[in-house]
């Protein structure tokens, strides 16, 4: 078996078909590039929506939003001359309950005889009855004193006797200094 040997087939020899056989042009590359990317940005594109968005069928997608509100409460005025209030004195500044009970009259409210408190306080208290907050607010705000100061009316009280009272002003010794010598009543 001897013989000739036949020649090898060379790649790129003149009897290859025309388009390079075994080549691949550099046209053929772009075009395969370029589907290969277009092809890669429509799967992320599918890929990033939900399967509602698909349009599968018995998928749904819930969407929860949820808003801040604000609550604006308005009450009516309070008739001051039909509230009852009583001032306390809770300090050892003489006349104080009488100096400031004269003080929230002028301002309209119905004040009682001004009283003694069982014992000292070192801040002033303004409490209320059931229904009264609004006017305990008032008159702490017009004596200059905080919201924090305003309290619900209860047996704890230091004053005896407060059964009717829609109001008590407990003063204690923080507006002591207040008190002015001019005062006659107690």
Same mark, same amino acid.
């Given at each position: ?125 303004? %409490? %209320? ?58």
């Amino acid at each position: 078996m001897t013989g000739p040997v036949p020649p090898l087939p060379q790649v790129g020899a003149p009897d290859d078909p025309p388009g390079g056989g075994d080549r691949v042009s550099l046209a053929k590359a772009f075009v395969l590039l370029a589907v290969g990317v277009v092809v890669g940005v429509v799967l992320l594109n599918v890929g990033s929506r939900s399967p509602a968005d698909l349009g599968l069928p018995g998928v749904t997608t819930t969407t929860s939003t949820t808003t801040a509100s604000s609550t604006t409460t308005t009450t009516a005025p309070v008739d001051k001359s039909a509230v009852k209030v009583l001032v306390a004195n809770g300090t050892n500044t003489t006349n104080a309950a009488g100096f400031f009970s004269q003080k929230v009259g002028a301002l309209g409210w119905q004040t009682l005889p001004a009283v003694d408190a069982t014992s000292k306080v070192p801040t002033t208290t303004v %409490y %209320y009855a059931a229904g009264q907050q609004s006017a305990a607010q008032s008159i702490a705000s017009s004596l200059g004193l905080k919201p924090a100061a305003v309290a619900p009316l209860t047996t704890s009280v230091p004053v005896q006797g407060t059964t009717g009272d829609d109001v008590l002003v407990v003063v204690g010794a923080d507006l002591a200094p207040q008190v002015t010598a001019t005062t006659t009543t107690t």
